[in-house]
């Protein structure tokens, strides 16, 4: 099972837009990502304003910065072997 993930990112964020493109074939097998606008929270804003996106792996906490696509994401979550590579 693959690990739950958060997208940092905000509306009108161009590059958010294709992360979350990059993200749909693998939430298409499985892949859980809940989608976190930045602009919520104060602190979210300062840790990641200049970042974003930014995909974090709940279990560990880990952080991939943009850039990224679906094959390094893959490996990022530690997937290579899986049905979702």
Do not use: K
Request: glycine share 8%.
């Amino acid at each position: 099972m693959p690990p739950e993930c958060q997208l940092f990112g905000t509306l009108g964020c161009h590059l958010c837009e294709i992360a979350e493109a990059e993200l749909m074939p693998l939430v298409e097998h499985g892949l859980m990502v809940e989608l976190v606008d930045i602009a919520e929270n104060e602190d979210w804003v300062e840790d990641y304003g200049l970042r974003i996106p930014v995909l974090r792996r709940l279990d560990t906490g880990a952080e991939l910065d943009w850039p990224f696509d679906a094959e390094l994401v893959v490996r990022f979550l530690g997937l290579e072997n899986s049905h979702l590579s």
